[in-house]
């Protein structure tokens, strides 16, 4: 395979504000053979994230930023098409974080064999993967969710959002949705979120929410920021718990937006507001296979993706991400589903 | 004792913004004779809080609003006069929330016995009361105080915020306060707290929180709210706790204020935000007592007090809390130590 080229997305400029096409750019170079405990990983799928904006910008933070000329990184599925490990032989499919890319040759540690069998592959960048898992610890751990809690979910209609709303419902809870389109919301609707709110159409968002939350929220799932979170924070019940999974209404601002007015409500009101991030709650794991597997079998755990094929357009998936010109999760067909 | 006669604070007008002498007004009224259940408490000393502030607004809070024109309430200390109860004793020393009146008859059960040995009275309004457990709630229990930890206290000097300070350091932490006068800061230095940042002096708050915490914040007391809730959230460490106990800084405000334009980093770092409210928190009281008890009778808690003399003068005893015009715990004398 010494004349393999493998085309791939570099970061040609840091964003400013919204990122755009011309901040990234395609490019090939050849596929470098493996050496001792290497393997060659041909991708087939590949995901975009909201987090990946964050990287995109040379600061501190819980990864290292992107750097200027190089390949991306992300989550990826692909298959070994040669090995020099005996941890993963031909044709084992795996998960890594070698995105944006078609071909990756690397440590055999860089990649996690995983088991087709137990969904489609592209489920292991989903309800399987890291939006599932973030989905859980979120709800679960850092909302500390009881059983028949009202929910409020914001993007809920996103790779992860999706995955809270069944999640919460099958813990028999109340659980109203937003999302920025009617079709958004039908789908939510059909999956059996009680209620939603279309936050483009639905005028004053604080009212919709006060609307549908009479007596008040236990949960909040943040998926946005801004003016959903004071929303949220207006009409949360005493011990509320607000997990915060992200702020992508806020992640291209060039200048710092103000927080929430009423945050001071969290004194009064005895509320929790908790930031994290998945890779910090990996003790889950074990729980959420479980709990995830057994909903995925009964049924009861139902996803919409939108692909891009070709790695040429995972520039254009990412923009999506914050367009909202993607309905669940975003993906990239990047080779494939057989790369061997 | 048919023709005594009680002095009493009453609301005059819920205070707009700032509030003001004119607020309040000064009454009398003749002294309740006690019923079958009921004794007949002198009150000796009144405790001025700024939660008392949210209490003036009419609104649902998780405290009733007080009524125009009836006598404020809030913490006391009196000794039993009179009593129909077999529950108290004349010359009883009791707590109440019957505060802002030089007299209360009423049941026995509204008022609660204290042991006058352990202290100075007024430390039942203090180390010893509510402040000394808001502190002891928030510090140990909400921001999840580990030996060693970096701690940062907002109004470090007040009734709440010197009582937090020498609990860290009791716990070995390395502890930072902000006061607004040099005055305060030297008190705070002398007792063992590490640095102090005069927020009146210092210019840029943020800058000098930063330089305080080369190493970041793993606790953050917070008493004020607004910058000092910024500066804190840039500078707190990954898996940081924002003890949320008040926000002072605003309680004035006619129009919301923006929150924190920083809130987004809870995300990346992981941070936990959470209010309490004291009363919310009785789970600790053995602990609280035991540990405050020891560390008074050790002579590693000390407290200041500012003292107004007499009933007349509560509310320029109030005022002055929003003035930084009080160091330390703000009380007000209301009739000699002895009532019988």
């Given at each position: 395979m010494s004349n393999l080229v493998s085309k791939e997305i570099r970061l040609k400029a840091r964003p400013v504000g919204m990122p755009k096409a011309s901040d990234f750019e395609l490019a090939s170079k050849p596929v470098v053979q493996p050496g001792a405990g290497d393997v060659l990983v041909r991708n087939i799928w590949m995901s975009v994230d909201p987090y990946m904006r964050g990287r995109m910008m040379d600061r501190e933070s819980y990864v290292p930023p992107f750097q200027i000329g190089e390949a991306l990184q992300g989550g990826a599925l692909g298959q070994v098409v040669?090995?020099?490990?005996?941890k993963l032989k031909v044709g084992d499919f795996v998960q890594s974080m070698w995105g944006w890319r078609e071909y990756e040759t690397n440590k055999a540690e860089t990649f996690q064999k995983i088991d087709p069998s137990l969904g489609p592959l592209q489920a292991y960048l989903g309800a399987l993967g890291m939006p599932g898992m973030t989905a859980y610890a979120g709800l679960i751990k850092v909302g500390e969710l009881k059983d028949g809690n009202t929910v409020f979910v914001s993007a809920a209609s996103g790779a992860v959002g999706q995955i809270v709303c069944q999640l919460a419902k099958a813990h028999g809870c109340y659980v109203v949705g937003s999302a920025g389109s009617d079709d958004k919301c039908a789908w939510l609707l059909k999956q059996g979120v009680d209620k939603v709110i279309n936050y483009k159409t639905c005028g004053d968002l604080n009212a919709a929410v006060g609307a549908a939350f009479p007596k008040g929220i236990d949960v909040y799932f943040d998926n946005v920021g801004g003016s959903h979170l004071e929303a949220a924070i207006n009409h949360m019940k005493p011990f509320g718990r607000l997990a915060l999974c992200g702020m992508i209404e806020q992640y291209n601002d060039t200048a710092p937006r103000p927080g929430?007015?009423?945050?001071?409500m969290a004194v009064g009101k005895s509320l929790k507001l908790q930031g994290f991030i998945v890779s910090n709650h990996l003790d889950i794991l074990p729980a959420f296979y479980q709990e995830m597997g057994a909903l995925i079998k009964a049924g009861k755990m139902k996803w919409q993706e939108t692909i891009e094929d070709g790695i040429e357009n995972a520039p254009k998936a990412f923009l999506n991400l914050f367009t909202g010109g993607n309905t669940g999760k975003m993906l990239v067909k990047i080779g494939p589903d057989k790369a061997v």
């Open positions: 040669e090995s020099k490990s005996d929430p007015s009423n945050l001071i």
